[in-house]
Nanobody, 115 residues
Framework: QVQLVESGGGLVRAGGSQRLSCAASGSSFSIYTMGWYRQPPGKQRELVAAILRGGSTNYADSEKGRFTISRDNAKNTVYLEMNSLKPEDTAVYYC?????????WGQGTQVTVSS
């Protein structure tokens, strides 16, 4: 069982930056694939970025070059550094952990980008 707690959301102006953190409880954090997803108002949840246990990363096309996902296995934490934020980045951001068929979600943190 893994519990995930996101933090770092809030209100930011367009063009600004925000860093989200996701702290995981439990052991074996380092072997989980960790991801950030977001759900804009009235839309489906979508992948933002993922980082595999070996450190390889994947990004949605719209986030490449603006967002950076990283992990600190010693702290059981995954981060999402967001730069050049746009109003369309406004969403609830969720942290996800998965290992094989086991998938865990955090409760989400709201990011609002004002124009």
């Amino acid at each position: 069982q893994v519990q995930l707690v996101e933090s770092g959301g809030g209100l930011v102006r367009a063009g600004g930056s925000q860093r989200l953190s996701c702290a995981a409880s439990g052991s074996s954090f380092s072997i989980y694939t960790m991801g950030w997803y977001r759900q804009p108002p009235g839309k489906q949840r979508e992948l933002v970025a993922a980082i595999l246990r070996g450190g390889s990363t994947n990004y949605a096309d719209s986030e490449k070059g603006r967002f950076t996902i990283s992990r600190d296995n010693a702290k059981n934490t995954v981060y999402l550094e967001m730069n050049s934020l746009k109003p369309e980045d406004t969403a609830v951001y969720y942290c996800r952990a998965n290992l094989g068929p086991n998938v865990y979600w955090g409760q989400g943190t709201q990011v609002t980008v004002s124009s």
